[in-house]
């Protein structure tokens, strides 16, 4: 059974349309990550939850906000997508303490901007 | 988090064992060795990691150098299924994953 699943699976939006793609997790996994991976690209990162404590990369667009309600649920806006920002949205859990840097990435969200 | 490099690109026939470089020749002491493999549309998979011992598990071996400068990943009997882009990232525990540009695999019948 998966244990880290987002949706839309695949999302189509208009240029400047607000889009809100959602992950959700059954492994009780205090971290979570939201990771954008372009075309022929490797997976860069956008943000993460540790628990509830929120941080950002520098170089991650104002464009791009998150919620994290719960421990299971977590959310990634984008307030007003460009082309630029077709991609795919890729999760991750992890639990830290456990020291194996092993996290659990969801099968992704592929956005396309018209 | 110390850089990688490893071969864009590298072919292995099926049944046979695929040996995937990285160099890391910046690591420091508390830095690990990950790897992760991302098969076509789907998202990264660990596959394991160390910190200067060999490890072994179910899906793959792990042997880092004495120096800690490189490892190789291998596949003992690469399948079809092994197809994949396969990222080496070191990272200290704490620290965030971050991935390198990876090395595609292409298991060949």
């Known amino acids: 059974d998966a244990m880290v699943i987002q949706n839309p699976r695949y999302q189509v939006t208009q240029f400047g349309k607000p889009v809100t793609l959602s992950c959700s997790q059954t492994?009780?996994?205090?971290?979570m990550y939201w990771y954008q991976q372009k075309s022929s690209q490797a997976p860069k990162l956008l943000f993460h939850y540790y628990d509830k404590d929120f941080n950002n990369e520098a170089d991650t667009p104002d464009n791009f906000q998150s919620r994290r309600p719960n421990t299971s649920f977590c959310f990634l806006d984008i307030r007003s997508p460009g082309l630029g920002d077709a991609a795919m949205y890729l999760c991750?859990?992890?639990?830290?303490?456990?020291?194996?840097?092993?996290?659990?990435f969801g099968e992704g969200s592929r956005l396309t901007v018209l | 988090d110390a850089k990688t490099t490893q071969p864009p690109s590298m072919d292995c026939a099926e049944g046979r064992a695929a040996n995937l470089p990285c160099n890391h020749s910046?690591?420091?002491?508390?830095?690990?060795v990950y790897w992760y493999r991302q098969i076509h549309s789907q998202g990264p998979q660990y596959i394991i990691h160390g910190l200067k011992n060999n490890e072994t598990n179910e899906m793959a071996s792990l042997i880092i150098t004495e120096d800690r400068k490189s490892s190789t990943l291998i596949l003992p009997h690469a399948t079809l299924r092994d197809t994949a882009v396969y990222y080496c990232i070191v990272k200290a525990g704490a620290n965030n994953l971050f991935f390198g540009t990876g090395t595609r695999l292409t298991v060949i019948p």
């Open positions: 991750a859990t992890e639990r830290t303490g456990q020291n194996t840097g092993e996290l659990f």
């Open positions: 910046t690591i420091s002491g508390n830095e690990y």
């Open positions: 492994l009780n996994h205090n971290v």
